[in-house]
């Protein structure tokens, strides 16, 4: 079955303006670079997001799921199959101390709600653009906090469509990983537990990690975040710079200047690009201090 076959078929089950065929990935991810998804969908609805699963199961139809974009590379021949962003999935309530938020709502304004109602433990995600989805597989993190500290219930499909509730237990959270990550789930919906706290104070912490990451981060450029994984006993940025390596281009793709763990696109970069840079950190870095550098940022699609 072809791609335009999947979609005239799909069109006939949920809305059909929420397929799109043969989409350009750039324009999803904040790296501004990616190759064509066969089909994209933007599904409104739970059961519209479980018969689009349940298809791609009946059918071996590969399936991605995307959040916003901003950690993943997707590479120049883009994705084979469906490929499903939940930006629909973007509700927010806070009940008492807690906030239930749909995984396609962005982990910033989560942060920015519990700071509305005066609830503490999200102040680190004030800066992270990624969305719920994305914090919850990546266990997201930033000045000394995580997202695996607040986290308490989260509603999952498998890949065969089956809904499923996950507690505390059943997480596996660790340093960039999770069971989300291990199981392939697609998340749904997630609840934070928070704290009663002082608005100004939450404000004040909030305001404080705002700066540091404007002072700090390349904001200016699109890019994918923090591209490798904290090495132990070391920070990949300072062995980038360490190496020499600040403002390295390949292609329209730089490391920055301002900030050597991250990788700009500074004139029209092409996914390749990154990834030939990326492997150049990686083959210095290893050269001279002979520290292996992981990616933290997700890369896929078809080589």
């Known amino acids: 079955m072809d791609a335009l076959q999947i979609v005239n078929e799909l069109k006939t089950k949920i809305d059909e303006k929420t397929i799109e065929l043969f989409f350009p990935l750039w324009k999803h991810t904040y790296t501004k670079t990616g190759g064509t998804a066969d089909i994209f969908i933007k599904p409104k609805h739970i059961q519209d997001l479980q018969l689009v699963i349940e298809y791609a199961q009946s059918y071996h139809i590969p399936l991605t799921v995307l959040g916003n ?57 004030c800066g992270i653009p990624g969305s719920v989805g994305g914090a919850l597989v990546m266990n997201a993190g930033a000045y000394g906090g995580e997202t695996s500290t607040v986290l308490k219930k989260a509603t999952v499909f ?25 199981k392939d789930y697609i998340i749904v919906e997630a609840l934070f537990e928070l704290q009663p706290g002082e608005h100004a104070k939450i404000k004040e912490e909030m305001d404080t990690f705002t700066a540091l990451r404007e002072a700090k981060q390349p904001l200016e450029y699109p890019s994918c975040g923090s591209v490798f994984k904290r090495p132990t006993g070391y920070f990949a940025g300072k062995l980038i710079q360490d190496s020499g390596l600040q403002g390295a281009r390949i292609g329209g793709a730089e490391i920055s200047t301002k900030h050597a763990g991250f990788i700009v696109n500074v004139d029209g970069a092409s996914s390749t690009d990154y990834l030939k840079l990326i492997q150049h950190a990686q083959d210095t870095v290893r050269e001279k201090f002979g520290v292996e550098l992981e990616t933290e940022v997700k890369i896929i699609g078809e080589d």
């Not at 974009?69 to 101390?97: M, Q, Y």
């Not at 890949?159 to 997480?171: N, P």
């Open 158 to 182: 498998s890949h065969s469509g089956e809904l499923i509730d996950l507690e505390e237990k059943d997480f596996h959270f660790g340093y960039r990983k999770s069971v989300f990550t291990e």
């Open 69 to 125: 974009g901003s950690n993943v590379l997707v590479r120049d021949k883009g994705l084979r199959g469906i490929v499903i962003t939940l930006e629909h999935f973007n509700t927010i309530a806070v009940e008492g101390n807690q906030i239930i938020a749909g995984s396609g709502a962005k982990i910033i304004d989560v942060s920015h709600t519990a700071l509305e109602h005066h609830l503490t433990g999200l102040e680190f995600a």
